[in-house]
């Protein structure tokens, strides 16, 4: 699905997110400011690279959980056609687990939908003016691991899954079976039982039983 929109002579933005509701209010927030304006609006990978196409935004706003891929993926997708496309994510989901997978993966920046709505102007201007936006608590994690050469933080094991396979274990939390999340992701069924292994593993999971549970309790707490 995409909607398109009247726009000025104002720098544009496209809006990804498979959420309407979310969409209205962040194109209000970013309409009332008189050099913004949303020129489209985009709910999953395919629509969001056309639109890309047909109106050229000057800015791409994207949520991480799209209802046909992970953002990380679009992202990935958008660098490879666009180098210069300044990116913003936008998402409810935890900053210290998505931020750097974002900025490899080749957006500007990251912010969460619980930030104040000036935060998130401010993060839109950032990225517009060709800087790099990431919260404060996560730009003192992001130079700790440069300095030292490595997090200085003991990591989740689920930081250690690939940017695929986080998107494996979370649709496995949303209760997609193995031949749903290959449709929707567009792979294999062979591929995503492999991923399914290699999950397996990197977490120290028993079994397939015990990997569902943990992927349920994993996205429950990120709803929270």
Known sequence: MTEAYTTKSSTTILL????????????????QEADLRVCGE??????????????KPDMVIVDIALRDTSG??????IRASNERLPILVL??????????????AGANGYIMKQEAPDQVVKA???VLAGEIYVSEQIGSRLLRKIVHGQPTAIESPIDNLSDR???VFRLIGRGYRTRQIAEMLRLSVK??????????????FRDATELLQHAIQWVQGEQR
Not at 16 to 31: A, E, F, K, S, W
Not at 42 to 55: K, N, P, Q, R, V
Not at 72 to 77: P, S
């Open 165 to 167: 396979e986080l998107e």
């Open 124 to 126: 839109i201007r950032r």
């Open 91 to 104: 998402s409810m989901h935890d900053e210290s687990l998505y931020t750097e997978r974002a900025l490899r």
């Open 42 to 55: 985009a709910d999953e990978e395919h629509t969001a690279m056309e639109a890309i196409a047909a109106l």
């Open 191 to 204: 591929t995503v039982e492999s991923y399914r292994e290699h999950i397996k593993q990197k977490m120290g």
């Open 16 to 31: 990804v997110d498979d959420h309407p509701i979310l969409r209205q209010g962040l194109t209000q927030l970013i309409n």
């Open 72 to 77: 990380i993926e679009l992202i990935k997708k």
